[in-house]
């Protein structure tokens, strides 16, 4: 059904289509660059320069990879909700909060009613996608995890919050899909933090996405997914984006119990791991997958952001994983 979709977008993609999830490491200039520019001593001009310069090379670096669907590697972004709150009205920059290792961010304070005030990643898309022929998807964190990963000093309950933060990023997806965009991913990592709250994370997304025509991915990870599944399905997308590779949970095995109805991104490579996967590996995901959905469903990418790798523990990854999959492809005919 989703290939069709595909097809009805102009979209023409190969069986086993690969993608990312989106991140990619800073190259050292640049993380260099940020860090001065924190302390005023490197011009917004100058960083963006900088910023074009990483993206371009990431392009490229896809491109000659042969991935099929390709991302803009966020090299301007710090916090992936940060990120979108700064853009946004209605919120204040908070204290700093460790994320994860040892990385901290500003969690972000919603001190008034949240707006959407002008495109936020559309530059960005507009601009990475002149650069290739392959489609580049549209990024964005969902309503839900923004309002998980920031603290509400306005809002009723969370979900008021989650209600009215849906309503604010469906404003940039609309202006996505006016610049152009056919694909988009809308990443949920929070989704599984509280399971009783999936009800109100599936209106959500009905109110980012229904009436919009798009091919919409859902990327969560972190999952203790055995708590949101089946109704993880009730999401109004076409594939969900789910961490195989290092989950310890057997999620497929939960599939031929509860049959998985969307189109299926399966991560294939661990994204915390410093070890390249060996292409046996890789390709022995890929034929589990398939023996549970049917091939034409599913897509392959890494677990997640592969921002905490270095540039070229990412580019043999990503090798491994195209090799993988052409050879799955080669067995398939
Ligand atoms: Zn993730």
Same mark, same amino acid.
């Given at each position: 059904m989703s290939r069709e979709k595909l097809a009805t977008l102009g979209l023409d993609l190969p069986l086993f289509p690969t993608s990312t999830v989106g991140s990619f490491p800073k190259p050292d200039y640049l993380v260099e660059a940020r860090a001065k520019a924190a302390k005023n001593g490197v011009s917004p001009t100058e960083l963006l320069a900088l910023e074009r310069r990483a993206t371009e090379f990431w392009i490229r670096t896809q491109e000659e990879l042969g991935i099929d669907v390709l991302v803009d590697g966020e090299q301007y972004r710090g916090d992936m909700v940060a990120y979108f709150a700064e853009t946004m009205g209605g919120f204040s920059r908070g204290g700093l909060v460790r994320s994860y290792g040892n990385r901290y961010y500003h969690k972000p304070v919603i001190t008034g009613e949240v707006r959407w005030k002008e495109p936020i990643t559309v530059d960005w898309w507009r601009w990475t996608q002149s650069l290739t022929t392959r489609p580049v998807k549209g990024m964005l964190t969902g309503p839900y995890t923004i309002m998980d990963w920031?603290?509400?000093?306005?809002?009723? /309950?969370?979900?008021? !919050?989650?209600? !009215?933060? !849906?309503?604010?990023?469906?404003?940039?997806? %609309?202006?996505?899909? %006016?610049?152009?965009?056919?694909?988009?991913?809308? /990443? %949920?990592?929070?989704?599984?933090?509280?399971?009783?709250?999936l009800p109100f994370a599936v209106e959500a997304m009905h109110q980012v996405v229904d009436g919009l025509p798009a091919y919409y991915i859902v990327h969560a990870c972190f999952g203790a997914f055995e708590t949101i599944y089946p109704g993880l399905l009730d999401l109004p997308v076409d594939n969900l984006d789910l961490a195989i590779s290092h989950s310890a949970l057997d999620l497929l095995a939960m599939f031929e119990k509860n049959p998985f109805t969307k189109d299926l991104?399966?991560?294939?490579?661990?994204?915390?791991?410093?070890?390249?996967?060996?292409? %046996?590996?890789? +390709?022995? +995901?890929? +034929? +589990?997958? !398939?023996?549970?959905?049917?091939?034409?469903?599913?897509?392959?990418?890494?677990?997640?952001?592969?921002?905490t790798r270095t540039v070229e523990e990412t580019r043999q990854k990503l090798a491994t994983m195209v090799a993988a999959v052409r050879a799955v492809r080669a067995e398939a005919r």
């Open positions: 920031s603290f509400n000093d306005h809002y009723l /309950d969370r979900k008021a !919050a989650c209600l !009215a933060l !849906a309503r604010e990023v469906r404003r940039e997806l %609309e202006a996505l899909l %006016e610049a152009g965009v056919r694909i988009v991913q809308i /990443d %949920e990592p929070a989704l599984s933090v509280r399971p009783e709250e991104s399966l991560g294939v490579l661990d994204v915390h791991s410093h070890l390249v996967e060996s292409a %046996e590996e890789v +390709r022995s +995901r890929i +034929r +589990r997958g !398939a023996e549970v959905l049917p091939a034409a469903r599913i897509w392959i990418d890494p677990d997640c952001g592969l921002k």
